[in-house]
T-cell receptor, first 114, second 110 residues
Framework: KAGVTQTPRYLIKTRGQQVTLSCSPI?????VSWYQQTPGQGLQFLFE???????NKGNFPGRFSGRQFSNSRSEMNVSTLELGDSALYLC?????????????FGPGTRLTVL | GNSVTQMEGPVTLSEEAFLTINCTYT??????LFWYVQYPGEGLQLLLK?????DKGSNKGFEATYRKETTSFHLEKGSVQVSDSAVYFC?????????FGAGTRLFVKA
């Protein structure tokens, strides 16, 4: 069974640009969660999608948005990039919404904002 | 709201030393508690979990006990190996959200 895949693995953007990250969950998983990982803040929850609906949202500004498609693949978009958005963005999939113990994480997308 | 606090790193140990990484939490209700590990260049992997008070989670020589009276879930291992070098995250789930600690980086020297 293939694991969670994230594309691209590395990304460099400049301030003010926008970026879209993609996550393909494990086959059969309907829940996708997104996290931002930074050295100073650790791992912070962005949002969770289940069956194309956003189930939970963390405390991030509206510049951060996401969506999920009918095949459970998810995208995360960040508009008007700021230097502080530089981070590792992780997605995790599970078969059940909100089930942390059943989450499988992808390797992440490393975003650098210059 | 719910929160997780874990000891700051990095923690540097020699091989075969005893490891403790402290984790305390604040939560309403009865959350489930987890330890995740992140090896260099990889995503997080679930290391162990405990779902109720006094439960002990264990895996790969690591263990942690859910202590409700002290709101703690400290990670321990009796004898660390170089291959245990990684970042360790304490986490809790409550209300369908997972809250992670800031992570503790562990370096194990041969």
């Amino acid at each position: 069974k293939a694991g969670v895949t994230q594309t691209p693995r590395y990304l460099i953007k400049t301030r003010g640009q926008q970026v879209t990250l993609s996550c393909s969950p494990i086959s059969g998983h309907r829940s996708v969660s997104w996290y931002q990982q930074t050295p100073g803040q650790g791992l912070q929850f962005l949002f969770e999608y289940f069956s194309e609906t956003q189930r939970n949202k963390g405390n991030f500004p509206g510049r951060f948005s996401g969506r999920q498609f009918s095949n459970s693949r998810s995208e995360m978009n960040v508009s008007t990039l700021e230097l502080g958005d530089s981070a590792l963005y992780l997605c995790a999939s599970s078969s059940t919404a909100g089930a942390a113990e059943k989450q499988f994480f992808g390797p992440g997308t490393r975003l650098t904002v210059l | 709201g719910n929160s997780v606090t874990q000891m700051e790193g990095p923690v540097t140990l020699s091989e075969e030393a005893f490891l403790t990484i402290n984790c305390t939490y604040t939560a309403t209700g009865y959350p489930s508690l987890f330890w995740y590990v992140q090896y260099p260049g990889e995503g997080l992997q679930l290391l162990l979990k405990a779902t109720k008070a006094d439960d002990k989670g264990s895996n790969k020589g690591f263990e942690a006990t859910y202590r409700k009276e002290t709101t703690s879930f400290h990670l321990e291992k009796g004898s660390v190996q170089v291959s245990d070098s990684a970042v360790y995250f304490c986490a809790l789930t409550g209300g369908f959200k997972t809250i992670f600690g800031a992570g503790t980086r562990l370096f194990v020297k041969a």
